[in-house]
């Protein structure tokens, strides 16, 4: 019996320690300050770096200088213009796009023929840069407002489409099947049974078109705008107006925040059945 | 001591990512001074190419180096980072701004308008011509095609509007990025007018699709189109070096000049320079269609670099009222007129 | 109302998973479906409740259904199928939404089939809250209020513990004492089988035939006071199906 006597050897050489531990780990908490202090400690570097000269203006301007050109496009009213344009052509581009691509999806989630006809389809758009299909929307949809909201509703058509249809293929067989069982309609399973249950697939499928559309109104200002946030990038870009260009690229990353933080809502009134 | 140098090397990797410089071509010969020429291939960048063509460089003792770009834009931005020494464009925002953060510094003179001789024409598409717009007059409720607000095309469209006494909010700016992007829109019409150099002009016109209804000479006499710059470091310092460029420049520009636009070399003497040219301009075409436009092309190019400086003056001017360049800076910034004859 | 199943056939592929199955399920009495594992129990259900097509034979169903019946053949799953999203309200109430009742109406229903299941106090409840226990009431409270001529029990209580199973199997006993519905209850224990049919079929391992069909005539809410017949039956069906699923626990899966 060697375990037995492993144990009391042990229990005659010494009063015995307590198990060493070997959980824990694997799993991040939220510390809620670290990120703002880290962004603050950056910022403040960086401030500290310009006013001493260790970083040249041609290189970075101070993020004082881009504050100075963000309250300038505040005191002349202009900041309203771009973000106004910018917007409207993010809303309707990835209204429709979105719109359009859960009509899609679900085609393509539901209808065999759908499936073989567009799903390889999309396969073959999906990962073209849609940038590079813009002087084919100019042709098609004028440099007006047309090629822009255009581009931006083609960014984000193709992944809400196969964030769709991947979504209608997870749903739980078993609960379309309880459907049937108790006599409910087509109309009722899709829109009871199939889209809820798709939510969870789709709702992620909107933080990422929705951060497409953002990288895309860049893009799609570069042709014939004269408002917009991507224009005035743009513009700095090539005035090389550096503290403009930066505090453009600090909108569009709040842009990109409020989005984020406007869908994270949406899902957690939306999917509040889930744990 | 230390920051400086560390500056000095942040600001070349930074901006050299910037830039995005390209392909390099050129000699090499040890005892000459080595030095990078930024070119677009223009035809009104041809003083260069006859300059390295004909060995005027060689004979001043410089090892040139051509750095081609696709726009004027990088090309100022490579100066300042010093990838380019010497480079040839037209006077936009950006070379102002740099120019305002000590990294540039015109020089002198290269293409310019000129009275006689054909400059840029003002265009429109055949469907606002059909509509009446027959004369520069015409153009208020138009739109006009930029590249980008801020480029010389801008400034060719508010000088026009200002002699036609037409409010600049009244002409509808188009930026379309790039020059093919704007004539594509032209030609279907999405656009009403342009102005542009007269080779293409020319040979849009020929087509049918667009009209030429007026020089920008008309409007903005002398215009100083393109300038040569180089680092304010070049400039300050390397006196002699600038000196042999410049000479070696203006060289190839009277050749330039002599051949193909006042024609006073003789035929053989413009074949031939024709044919260096479409070394590298238009080499992607034959000969036989590429000579036409590059004698079309031709517009005055600078004696001895001279710079027009009331019309640089004009533009700065120009830039500062958009509100396109920061309100202080002076001529004296932007310019460096110690080398050439400026009037 | 009563099922009469005739010469049904069916398989999967070249997998012959019933042969030749004739049973009558009469109403107002609970039929137990028993057999070894993999022998085709659920593929009866769901043709028997119109779920799948046999490939030959045919489901009758003579007489008509009681009035008032939404959805005669009403499932209970294993896995409970209750929409995760919605309260087991709205769960109920999601099974009434295409007859067309007014609001009041359903509210009756809803509140009534609560009430019988004991659910009232639970009814803001999300799935996720609930015990095993609770959701399979759910389900039955769902299946009720479709006032259904037949209950159709894909071992209802497999997902639950032992415990819970033995609670439920009461609440399924009483609500057969008061409302005396008909049903088809597949399941693999045989306890549960003698204990609720009254009725016990015996399928053989696959391709499952009817192997024994075996009548219990105690009264359900008698049973409990009845240990050793119940007993008795019970091993009398373990010696049938032991070797049955002997054998077909050492048979390849796609053999
Ligand atoms: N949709 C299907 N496609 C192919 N084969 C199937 C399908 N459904 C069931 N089968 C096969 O048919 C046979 C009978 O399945 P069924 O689920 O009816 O058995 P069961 O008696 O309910 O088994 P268990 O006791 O495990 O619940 C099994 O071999 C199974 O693999
Ligand atoms: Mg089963």
Redesign the pocket.
């Known amino acids: 019996m060697p375990l037995m006597w492993n144990w009391s050897m042990a229990e005659r050489s010494d009063r015995g320690r307590p198990v060493a531990f070997r959980g824990g780990g694997f799993s991040p908490r939220p510390l809620g300050v670290v990120g703002p202090l880290v962004f603050i400690a950056v910022l403040a570097f960086w401030e500290a770096g310009c006013r001493t000269g260790l970083i040249p203006p041609l290189v970075l301007p101070a993020p004082s200088e881009a504050l100075a050109a963000l309250a300038h496009l505040v005191e002349t009213g202009l900041l309203w213009k771009h973000l106004g344009a910018s917007l409207q052509r993010l809303l309707v581009g990835w209204t429709l796009g979105t719109l359009l691509g859960i009509a899609v999806g679900f085609s393509i989630g539901l209808f065999s023929l759908a499936r073989a006809g567009l799903a390889p389809v999309v396969a073959a758009i999906f990962p073209i840069p849609k940038i590079a299909l813009l002087p084919l929307f100019v042709v098609w949809f004028g440099i007006g407002e047309g090629s822009k909201v255009a581009t931006i509703l083609f960014g984000t058509f193709f992944p809400t489409v196969v964030a769709t249809y991947g979504g209608v293929d997870n749903v739980d067989r078993n609960l379309i099947r309880m459907g049937q069982s108790f006599g409910l309609s087509w109309l009722s399973i899709v829109r009871k049974i199939i889209l809820p249950g798709a939510l969870p697939a789709i709702l992620p499928g909107f933080r990422i078109s929705a951060a497409i559309a953002i990288v895309l109104l860049v893009a799609a200002e570069m042709i014939g705008a004269e408002f917009g946030v991507g224009a005035y990038i743009l513009l700095a870009g090539s005035l090389m107006a550096l503290d403009e260009l930066l505090a453009g690229v600090a909108i569009l990353s709040v842009m990109g925040l409020t989005v984020n933080w406007l869908i994270a809502r949406l899902e957690r009134f939306l999917l509040r059945w889930r744990t | 001591m230390l920051t400086t140098r560390f500056a000095a090397t942040v600001r070349r990797s930074a901006l050299a990512l910037l830039a995005g410089a390209t392909v390099l071509a050129g000699t090499a010969v040890a005892a000459d001074d080595k030095i990078k020429v930024g070119a677009l291939r223009f035809t009104s960048h041809s003083a260069s190419f006859i300059a390295f063509e004909k060995g005027y460089f060689k004979e001043a003792g410089l090892d040139v180096e051509f750095v081609y770009f696709q726009a004027a834009a990088p090309m100022a931005v490579a100066i300042a980072s010093g990838d380019i020494d010497y480079g040839v464009t037209a006077i936009t925002g950006g070379l102002i701004n740099l120019a305002d953060k000590d990294a540039i510094k015109i020089i002198g003179g290269a293409l310019h308008e000129e009275e006689g001789i054909d400059g840029s024409a003002i265009l429109v598409s055949d469907a606002a011509f059909k509509d009446g717009v027959t004369s520069p007059a015409k153009l208020a409720g138009r739109s006009f095609g930029i590249t980008q607000t801020g480029s010389s095309f801008h400034y060719m469209a508010s000088r026009i509007a200002e002699r036609e006494g037409i409010a600049m909010s009244e002409i509808k700016l188009k930026p379309l990025q790039k020059v093919g992007a704007i004539i594509g829109a032209l030609k279907s019409g999405q656009i009403d007018a342009w102005a542009i150099v007269p080779h293409i002009a020319k040979a849009l016109a020929r087509g049918g699709a667009v009209h030429i209804i007026g020089w920008v000479n008309d409007y903005a006499p002398d215009y100083q189109v393109t300038t040569v710059f180089t680092s304010a470091e070049n400039a300050a310092n390397k006196r002699d070096l600038t000196e042999r460029f410049l000479a070696a420049f203006s060289r190839g520009a009277a050749d330039f000049n002599a051949a193909l636009v006042d024609k006073t070399a003789g035929e053989d003497a413009a074949e031939a320079t024709v044919r260096l040219i479409h070394k590298y301009v238009y080499t992607s075409r034959p000969y036989e269609k590429a000579a036409p436009s590059i004698r079309n092309g031709a517009m005055r190019l600078n004696e001895g670099a001279r710079l027009n400086l009331s019309s640089v003056q004009a533009q700065l001017d120009w830039f500062k009222a958009e509100g396109l360049v920061k309100g202080e800076i002076g001529i004296d910034k932007l310019v460096d007129g110690s080398y050439v004859e400026t009037y | 109302m009563e099922l009469r199943l005739a010469g049904l056939h069916h398989g999967?592929?070249n997998?012959e998973?019933l042969r030749g199955i004739d049973l009558d399920i009469p109403a107002g009495r609970i039929v137990c479906i028993v057999?070894?594992?993999?022998?085709?129990?659920?593929?009866?259900l769901r043709l028997i409740g119109g779920l799948e097509r046999p490939e030959r034979g045919e489901v009758v169903q003579t007489g008509a259904p009681p009035p008032g019946c939404l959805n005669p053949l009403t499932y209970i799953f294993q896995d409970f199928a209750l929409l995760p999203w919605r309260t087991v309200e709205g769960n109920v109430r999601l099974v009434l939404e295409d007859h067309g009742f007014g609001r009041a109406e359903t509210a009756g229903i809803v509140d009534d089939v609560l009430a019988r299941t004991r659910l009232s106090e639970f009814r803001a409840a999300f799935p996720r809250q609930l015990s095993g226990g609770m959701k399979q009431r759910v389900a039955v409270a769902r299946a009720l209020a479709v006032s259904p001529a037949f209950l159709l029990m894909?071992?209802p209580l497999s997902a639950l513990d032992a415990q819970t199973r033995e609670l439920l199997l009461d609440d399924l006993v009483d609500l057969w004492t008061r409302e005396r519905f008909s049903g088809v209850y597949?399941t693999?224990n045989l306890r549960e089988a003698v204990r609720l049919g009254h009725r016990v079929v015996l399928?053989s391992r696959?391709p499952?035939t009817v192997r024994e069909i075996l009548e219990i005539d105690l009264p359900l809410d008698a049973r409990a006071g009845h240990a050793p017949e119940l007993e008795a039956h019970r091993s009398r069906l373990w010696q049938l199906l032991r070797d049955e699923a002997h054998a077909a626990d050492v048979e390849l899966?796609d053999g």
Request: charge should be neutral; glycine fraction near 22%.
């Open positions: 999967y592929g997998i998973v057999g070894p594992s993999g022998c085709g129990k659920s593929t009866l894909d071992e597949v693999h399928l696959r499952g899966v």
